[in-house]
């Protein structure tokens, strides 16, 4: 298995196995720029909107004024903060491509993202002098909470959902609250629901149907995202029922992928082919399977998921979701393992 796919699967695994891998040492080579040229926490904020209180599985964590210098430590933190106008002075190196990505470009206009690497870097951290520090989607335990508290309060997930399972719209909201944006955060929350509603509307087909995501196959290997896990989320939300079995998959259970619809994340339509088993599936035969590559804006979205990643990626799926559920031979799926 490669070392990205392994690292992307880290993101669902760390929580169940509790192997969160913390470091110390120096930046290590990753990009410790502690240039403030980048900071930038928007003209929304309010500081009228300050102290606040945030609760969490740890206790509760006061601002007590509006943040000049965020640090997302969570895997995606950055994304509600971007489309909440904050741009990080430093954040969790995950998606080289993140930049880049349509809806981040809009957002940033023109600022960049500095990174600190890809494990929680105390030393790389303080560099930055922080005086807020998100850390949500990512398994914290107290000791880690412990150390980042040291450095600047930390906001981490509430005790009401399991590590690395706070629903987007919760997160943003977090966050916005964090930021002093807690108007703005309501206004994109309920602008992705409104999408999401206007889906459902037009495609009743939807509701009760069973999509399977098989994320990041590889060599004859399957990994099912399971219930509560955010990177399926959008589909939860369109009305598709989730399969009960997750995690490891192998070719000879591959029986458990033939359901309604199938989204296969981190794989091109010609890599699937290759596979005989995977080939005679009738999802596969019947034109009910969507195709993705990690590579593609699409699945960084369906990662990310902030407010504006996911508005870009229903653009994407609704089409080919309807296309998949429609019952009709001339509507066919497009492949969108090669989408930029």
Known sequence: MSSRIRGWRRVLTVAAAGLLTLTTAAACGSDDSSDTSTVSTGSGASAAAFPVTIEHKFGSTTIDKKPERVVTVGWNDQDPAIALGVVPVSTREWFTEYPAYPWVQTALGGKQVPTFSAEIN???????Q?????????????ETYDKLSQIAPTVIQSKDFGDEETPWDVQTRTIGK?????????????????KIDDAKAANPQFAGKTLVVDFGPEK?????????DPRRALFDALGFSVQNEKDDVSEERLDLLDRDVLFVNGATKKDMAASPAFARLKVVTEDRTLY??????????LAYSGPNALLYALDILVPQLKAATDNDPATKVEDLSNQS
Do not use: C, M, R
């Open 122 to 128: 105390f030393e790389a951290i303080i560099k930055q």
């Open 130 to 142: 922080p005086d807020l520090i998100i850390a949500i989607y990512e398994t914290i335990n107290k």
């Open 178 to 194: 964090a930021l002093g944006k807690t108007p703005e955060a309501e206004a994109l929350i309920n602008k992705v629901q409104a």
């Open 220 to 228: 004859g290997q399957h990994w099912l995202l399971g219930a509560k």
């Open 292 to 301: 993705t590559s990690f590579d593609t804006p699409l699945s960084g979205a």
